[in-house]
């Protein structure tokens, strides 16, 4: 079994900044591709930014030049740095790893979610 867990989320004040967390671990052999996701109340979910297992990187046109992602290979670990942040920001934050297991199964797994609430 593969898990993720989240940390980092809380409450902000308009203009802050925070640093969510997601670790993974268990029966992992590899992961390529990870990514953040925010839902907002009374929204859909969307894709908030991605990174590859190479450093690539891919952003939400909301979120440029704001929130940085980043990736720590040997603690199978991706950050999701949030500066200058707006009250629009407020949802829950879920990441997503695609994992290979030690079985060689390729599957995506996800993070329970940590709510960021940015006050105004």
């Known amino acids: 079994q593969v898990q993720l867990v989240e940390s980092g989320g809380g409450l902000v004040q308009a203009g802050g900044s925070l640093r969510l967390s997601c670790a993974a671990s268990?029966?992992?052999?590899?992961?390529?591709?990870m990514g953040w996701y925010r839902q907002a109340p009374g929204q859909q979910r969307e894709l908030v930014a991605t990174?590859?297992?190479?450093?690539?990187?891919n952003y939400a046109d909301s979120v440029k030049g704001r929130f940085t992602i980043s990736r720590d290979n040997a603690k199978n670990t991706v950050y999701l740095q949030m500066d200058s942040l707006k009250s629009e920001d407020t949802a829950v934050y879920c990441c997503?790893?695609?994992?290979?297991?030690?079985?060689?199964?390729?599957?995506?797994?996800w993070g329970k979610g940590t709510l960021v609430t940015v006050s105004s």
């Open positions: 997503k790893a695609e994992v290979v297991t030690t079985t060689f199964m390729a599957m995506d797994y």
């Open positions: 268990g029966s992992i052999f590899s992961i390529n591709a």
């Open positions: 990174i590859t297992n190479g450093g690539s990187t």
